[in-house]
Structures are given as C-alpha cells and as structure tokens.
Nanobody, 117 residues
Framework: QVQLVESGGGLVQAGGSLRLSCAAS????????MGWYRQAPGKQRELVAS???????NYAESAKGRFTISTDNAKTTVYLQMNTLKPEDTAVYYC???????????WGQGTQVTVSS
C-alpha cells in the first residue's frame, strides 16, 4: 500500500505563488510515476504535471512555464511549485502515484488552492 498526504494549499492573489507538497509513504518503490492532478467545481479531474521514476516530466499546456514538479533526493516527497497563479488555477489539487506493474492509482486526500482576482 501507498499513502499520499498533500499540504501547502491555500488562498493567494492572482500573480502569486504556492508550493504544494506530497509526502509518500508505504510501498513507494512500486510507483513508476508521481504527479499532480486538479479538479475544479463542475469539471473533470485533469493532469497538471507528472514525473516518472527516471525523472521525465510532463506538463499540461496550462501549466507549462508556470509550474514545476520536483522531488526530494529520496523521492519520498513530490513538490509542485506554482508561479504566476491565475483565478482559473482554482481547484482541489490531488497527488497521484501510479504503479504500472499493477495498473493501480493511489490518491491523496486533496488540497484546496484558491486564486483570487
């Protein structure tokens, strides 16, 4: 089993920055990809950014140039640095871990990000 716990959300003005953290525990060696998704009210959950165990990154078009995904050296914490935030970035942000061997997703509980105009 894998446990994911997000932190770092909050209220920020447009143009500001936030850094989200996701602490992973348990059988994290199983995870081949970790990433961040978000879900705004009335919308489907969407990928924001992801990183493979080999360090390859993938970003949504809306995140490119503004958001950066990274991990600590032990790869037990995943970060999402969000700069130049916009009101449309307002959503619940979820940490995700994917085990490709078992085709299984793990999710955190989510953290709210609200960007005021």
């Amino acid at each position: 089993q894998v446990q994911l716990v997000e932190s770092g959300g909050g209220l920020v003005q447009a143009g500001g920055s936030l850094r989200l953290s996701c602490a992973a525990s348990g059988s994290i060696f199983r995870l081949t990809t970790m990433g961040w998704y978000r879900q705004a009210p009335g919308k489907q959950r969407e990928l924001v950014a992801s990183m493979t165990s080999g360090g390859l990154t993938n970003y949504a078009e809306s995140a490119k140039g503004r958001f950066t995904i990274s991990t600590d050296n032990a790869k037990t914490t995943v970060y999402l640095q969000m700069n130049t935030l916009k009101p449309e970035d307002t959503a619940v942000y979820y940490c995700n871990g994917f085990d490709s061997w078992r085709n299984r997703d793990y999710w955190g509980q989510g953290t709210q990000v609200t960007v005021s105009s």
